[in-house]
């Protein structure tokens, strides 16, 4: 198989939680450094527009988003799972739930503090990304987001004084998921002494940041770019004939992100299942690319 290539920055939540899973997998992988904000030349050129980090490339395939690279993860390297005893319905619904609430009641809280330090730059990157808003103003947002995140840390803290995970007594999706928004806090002291209340919460946390980050080798972005110039995509044709959507493969469509980083990827539809869609783009240095994406937090729509 083709190198497994993660595109990320050092301080990305996401990427933490995709690095713990490789860590439990015992997966080789190779790491990508792309920069925080943009302009992202050596990434966007894989991805077609998407600029969210992480992004995972094997050869000329390129999966964005989280939630499409955990289905891949755990299709290449299926032992040892991330959905113990057959949790796949409570792992992914507790996924779900780190990503759209756990974590955005951190962020906030975050960056409270570091807001009068953080480079102008950044604000107006995030900003960008959600449409207009003015990502500064996040901060007004602290004090409800403080009495959610001791809740959620709360819920968190009583599930683990009954187990060494959060389902049961092996690693799951589960805990790469709440990981990694506990894992952001730590970026700023105060932040993080919200999470250090809780000592069966930071008995699991010391767990889970003892496994490090499984076999990896850093990858030039040049090199990642080379692979996808020299590779083929190895994806085939799979577009279900009772998907409600009704698309034909080989039809026109773009692939949106429905939270924030509104950039669309458009290309010729390759794949879609109940949960995947896969467009093939042509790509100019590059040649053909297939982008694929979870159907979850993304919106689909012909061109």
């Not at 110039?229 to 085939?236: E, K, L, Y």
């Not at 794949?271 to 979850?296: D, M, Q, S």
């Amino acid at each position: 198989m083709a190198e497994v290539i993660l595109h990320q920055y050092v301080n990305s939540p996401f990427s933490e939680k995709i690095r713990k899973i490789f860590a439990h997998k015992k997966v080789s992988w190779r790491s990508v450094e792309q920069p925080v904000i943009m302009p992202k030349p050596k990434l966007i050129p894989l991805t077609g527009g998407y600029r969210r980090i992480p992004v995972l490339q094997i050869g000329a395939d390129v999966w964005c988003d989280s939630g499409i690279i955990i289905r891949k993860i755990e299709e290449l390297f299926p032992a040892p799972t991330v959905y113990p005893a057959g949790q796949e319905a409570a792992a992914d619904i507790m996924n779900q739930w780190a990503d759209r609430r756990l974590f955005w009641s951190t962020t906030p809280v975050i960056f409270e503090k570091l807001a009068a330090v953080v480079p102008k730059e950044f604000i107006e990157d995030r900003s960008k990304m959600m449409r207009g808003a003015n990502f500064a103003e996040i901060t007004l947002m602290a004090p409800d987001a403080r009495n959610q995140l001791r809740a959620f840390l709360d819920i968190l803290d009583r599930q683990l004084a009954r187990s060494t995970f959060l389902l049961g007594n092996s690693f799951s999706l589960g805990d790469a998921a709440c990981f990694h928004p506990v894992w952001f806090l730590r970026a700023e002291p105060t932040a993080f002494s919200h999470a250090q209340k809780f000592s069966n919460l930071m008995r699991w946390f010391e767990r889970i940041d003892a496994m490090g980050y499984g076999d990896v080798k850093a990858m030039e972005p040049d090199e990642a770019l080379k692979i996808a110039r020299d590779s083929s995509p190895a994806t085939p044709v799979n577009v279900e004939a009772a998907d409600p959507d009704t698309l034909k493969a080989g039809a026109m469509v773009s692939v949106t992100p429905d939270d924030y980083g509104f950039d669309p990827v458009t290309g010729r539809l390759v794949v879609n299942t109940t949960h995947e869609v896969a467009v093939e783009r042509e790509e100019p240095g590059l040649g053909k690319i297939v982008n694929h994406f979870p159907k979850i937090g993304f919106r689909i729509a012909s061109v």
